[in-house]
């Protein structure tokens, strides 16, 4: 399965973002550094990377663009970081690594796993700095539960990552350790290492399971499954008079608050240089938000079979429903009545089946890319996703279907033309 082989890949943000870009070479699209003077043309198709981890490639159709199409979800999801010195005196005779959560992870879920790490590694050269990906493709270390013949292991059923959650990796008879192995991968010596972003993944490959293989099961399902069907949905689709932008941000996972987050200026300073390339400013410029659309896609919460109450009474997502319509009465997420009503079309279009969510009003809700990237440009937005189970854990669960179906309503949302009338959204 693609997908599948696409997270497989993508062990970090960095490796994410670097597959993404190579599907966009690949697809013709050239890459702009922000370092340069852009030079675009009408009917061009070209992307461009901040930090590494986030990417924006955009279309531009022939003509003046009538207004933006966006379809964003993120590279990141919970796990690990590597700290600084990452390597802790031996216990016992066992080295383990010292690391932080990022993100909110099920911690519960990452035990008795094989791990590696991945991300990337800051050399220092002759003549600056340099950086490349690295990912330790093999069983490398595990954080080992407490035997149950132990009693409770967790002080108040809380899990602490500082004490019991480290990976062991290795003894303190080996002659290798992590720094070491660092730069043996890197065809480099130990003191050319500078600095690492470094973190822990789940090496248990995906799989497709159920009676009839209607499900599948996945590290990073949240959020590479939007990430890999929007970009197909957006390189799948038909001519347009919109300007069409596919975005994959890092760092939603802990705020967005990065430079390359989508709570940064990187969403506006892209739209900001391709207006300026093509001479549109002020009122011209303005006037086209009316007629865009910012689609946020991250995935949403199928209702737990064994845990009915925790989920709204009607609202309830299942796997293989088709895309999920997300709503919060306190803004969380973007969708409101006109948006809503606009997915509803392209879903229906696309011949794809839609759902609805609300989280249960006893439980906060979390948020995403959609109000944060409105707070840059403000347009008509909505927030969707794919049903999942175990959210945040190492190891999710998704349906088999559900791929596919955002992938269709992504290229549809994509090939429509939106302009905005007194009061009416007029879709084509």
């Known amino acids: 399965m ?50 590494g981890s986030s990417v924006m490639a955009f279309i531009l159709p022939e003509e003046e ?96 990552i500082q004490n019991e959650m480290l990976p062991v990796i290795r003894t303190d008879s080996a002659k290798l350790g992590l720094e070491e192995l660092i730069a043996e991968e890197l065809g480099t010596g130990t003191e050319s290492i500078a600095a690492c972003d470094l973190y822990l993944y789940n090496r248990q490959r995906g799989t497709v399971f159920g009676a009839e293989n209607e499900f599948i099961a996945s590290g990073r399902l949240d959020d590479l499954q939007n990430v890999y069907a929007s970009l197909n949905g957006f390189l799948n689709s038909e001519k347009s008079g919109m300007l069409k932008i596919f975005a ?106 839609f759902q609805e969510y609300h989280n249960m009003s006893d439980i906060a809700g979390g948020s995403t890319l959609g109000n944060l990237m409105n707070r840059h440009i403000s347009v008509h937005s909505a927030d969707i996703g794919l049903a999942q189970l175990a959210m945040h854990s190492a190891y999710e669960t998704a349906g088999a279907k559900d791929t596919e179906y955002m992938e269709r309503f992504i290229t549809r949302f994509y090939s429509t033309e939106i302009r905005a009338d007194k009061n009416k959204l007029a879709i084509s």
């Open 248 to 353: 994959a941000f890092n760092n939603e996972e802990t705020g967005s608050l990065t430079r390359q987050g989508a709570e940064s200026t990187f969403f506006e300073d892209t739209v900001g240089r391709i207006n300026e390339r093509l001479g549109i400013t002020g009122q011209e410029y303005l006037r086209r938000f009316p007629s865009s659309f910012i689609m946020s896609a991250d995935n949403a919460h199928a209702m737990h079979p064994g845990y009915p109450a925790k989920a709204d009474p009607v609202n309830r997502p299942r796997l293989n429903g088709g895309v999920v319509i997300k709503y919060n009465a306190s803004g969380r997420y973007t969708t409101d009545a006109v948006s809503a009503a606009a997915v509803k079309r392209w879903c229906g279009e696309a011949g794809v089946p």
């Open 65 to 160: 663009y009538i207004g933006l199409a966006v379809c964003a979800s993120h590279t990141d999801s919970p796990s690990f970081k590597l700290k600084a010195n990452p390597e802790l005196p031996p216990v016992n005779g066992v080295v383990r690594l010292n690391v932080e959560g990022y993100g909110g992870m099920a911690k519960e879920s990452w035990f008795d796993r094989p791990l590696s790490a991945a991300g990337r590694v800051a050399l220092n050269t002759d003549d600056g700095i340099e950086y490349k990906l690295i990912n330790v493709d093999r069983d490398l270390m595990i954080i080992p539960s407490l035997a149950v013949h132990m009693g409770q292991a967790h002080e108040n059923g809380k899990i602490s």
């Open 2 to 51: 693609e997908l599948l082989e696409f997270i497989e890949k993508s062990p970090t943000p960095y490796h994410a973002a670097e597959n993404v870009c190579s599907r966009l070479e690949a697809e013709g699209f050239t890459r702009l550094y922000e370092f340069e003077k852009w030079d675009i043309d009408p009917g061009g198709r070209y992307y461009t990377v901040r930090g």
